[in-house]
């Protein structure tokens, strides 16, 4: 099972809706990431979060907003979403995000389906 | 030309055959490499990670890198149809985590 633990694993909301999906790590790991994954898609990057600092925003629109309120958690706040944003959101951790040779691990991901 | 190129399959196999999967990348700057299953619905589990050339095995599973050809595989031996799922191969300069790339992913069923 993975360390990244996320929730809701299921989440329908409106486009007028304000919902919250959350992360928590218990690996000890410094650097958290969102990534979004389309149907037979790679998964793309979107947030990383290095020591609870806000260090890498991949130009995602203002709709999707991060918080990282300690280093084993992270949420991704929506609202105003569009249904072309509906996909499987991904939290990722790793040790730390300037450390060579380390690699992130994935929670089981929340699907998302914007109506 | 994409950085990392892998067929999208799908790859149906009988069980206990032997499974190659590949990826090829233009980027000589990796380092690292490294293979995520991901089932249905679910996020990718790491499998493999290995560090510039060579091989690496885990039980059923081989990773090899060729960093001359640029090219790297998994092996699957006495494949089980619960190894199908989609896999990913995915790379990354030596400094950051965060610049990890990934390939589009090899659909794989293992056929009883």
């Known amino acids: 099972d993975t360390e990244v633990t996320q929730t809701p694993k299921h989440l329908v909301m409106g486009m007028t809706n304000k919902k919250s999906l959350k992360c928590e790590q218990h690996?000890?790991?410094?650097?958290m990431y969102w990534y979004k994954q389309k149907a037979k898609k790679p998964p793309e990057l979107m947030f990383v979060?290095?020591?609870?600092?806000?260090?890498i925003n991949e130009s995602v629109p203002s709709r999707f907003s991060p918080e990282c309120p300690n280093s084993s958690l992270l949420n991704l706040h929506l609202h105003a979403l569009q249904p072309e944003d509906s996909a499987l959101y991904l939290c990722a951790s790793s040790q730390d995000r300037t450390v060579s040779g380390n690699t992130i691990y994935f929670g089981e991901g929340s699907w998302l389906t914007v109506v | 030309q994409k950085e990392v190129e892998q067929d999208p399959g799908p790859l149906s196999v009988p069980e206990g055959a032997i499974v190659s999967l590949n990826c090829t990348y233009s980027?000589?700057?990796?380092?690292?490499f490294m293979w995520y299953r991901q089932y249905s619905r679910k996020g990718p589990e790491l499998l493999m990670y290995t560090y510039s050339s060579g091989n690496k095995e885990d039980g059923r599973f081989t990773a090899q890198v060729d960093k001359s050809s640029k090219y790297i595989s998994l092996f699957i031996r006495d494949s089980q149809p619960s190894d199908s799922a989609t896999y990913l191969c995915a790379m990354s300069l030596y400094s950051s985590a965060s610049k990890i790339i990934f390939g589009s992913g090899t659909r794989l069923s293992i056929r009883p």
């Open positions: 979060y290095s020591y609870e600092k806000l260090s």
């Open positions: 980027n000589s700057a990796f380092q690292y």
């Open positions: 690996m000890g790991h410094r650097a």
